[in-house]
């Protein structure tokens, strides 16, 4: 039995845009998700989702005998909710040449589900990372990495760019664009996040992008100014410059607002941040709903989104400098 775990992430600037082939710098968070995997003797999964639902639940698949989900969820949930898990197990199974391996699987998570914090890559990264080692191959980060995109492709149905794979792989900052993932130096960052309770699909709010994107010339040019500003972001973050880098946030979240990935909680997040005097703001990750993070040494964030109707939780996430690892 081998349990894995990788860290969460946020997005500093350029989500969406990075799927189109622009840079974009995300950041791992203390945050993680943790699988663990057991073989089985028969080609079986057998899924324990603890943190998937107020009850979570158990699934087990598979051969023959596909049993349905031990709480009472409808087929699409508990389709979103192993599709990842699946595409683990499925590079697992590839990258160890073992193409009927069967698993108990069991993941916890403190990382809010669809929320912009990357939960889906922290899952997947760290699922690939337990099933190899269980079926006694040995990946590397980068391998991991690799193989993590590959399953995020697949269940975002080809909407999916490396950065968060990369980034929950490796963790610490990142930079990534196009297939060329690397590590950044960071300075120290205050990051706070808020969280709205919410979800939004990522699949679909890429696929919504893409769509205006090919619709109209200034969707596309929106895209490409979000590169541009990552552009200008990462040398602000190579200089340490916190007030630069809050305005580009500020104007990062406003071009994916005019891109259509902002919601009405995730903007009243961002201006109680800025109302609290935040050095900037912004939606991370795919949007729609979950969180935003903001730049703030002091407490003034914190304690206005902790009163503001509509954020259920905040809390202050560190930069986890470690990737996906075997606990
Ligand atoms: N704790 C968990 N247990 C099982 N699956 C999880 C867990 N956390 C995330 N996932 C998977 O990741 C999906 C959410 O990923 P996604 O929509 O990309 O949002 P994000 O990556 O921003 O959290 C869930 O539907 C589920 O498939
Ligand atoms: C919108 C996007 O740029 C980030 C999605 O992040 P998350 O799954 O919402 O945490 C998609 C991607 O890069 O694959
Ligand atoms: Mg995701």
Redesign the pocket.
Known sequence: MITASAP?KVYLFGEHAVVYGEPAVPCAIDRR?RVTVDERDDDHLR?H????SLDGFTVEYGGSTDTDPDVDVSQSLVE??????DAAVEQAREAAGAPRAGFDIT???D??????????????AAGILAATRELGADLSAADVAERAYKA?LA??EGNASRA?TFCSATGGAVRVEGDDCRSLDAPELSLVVGFDGG?????ALVGGVRELKDQYDFAADTVAAIGDLVRVGEDALAAGDLDELGELMDFNHGLLSALGVSSRSLDSMVWAARDAGALGAKLT??GGG?CVVALDESEETETALRYLPGCEETFRAELDTEGVRVE
């Open positions: 969460g998700a899924v989702a603890e943190d998937l979103a909710a192993t599709g990842y898990v993941i916890e998570s990382i809010p589900l669809g929320a912009g914090l990357g939960s889906s890559a922290a899952v997947t995020e269940v975002q968060d979800a939004g699909d990522t699949g990750g795919a979950g």
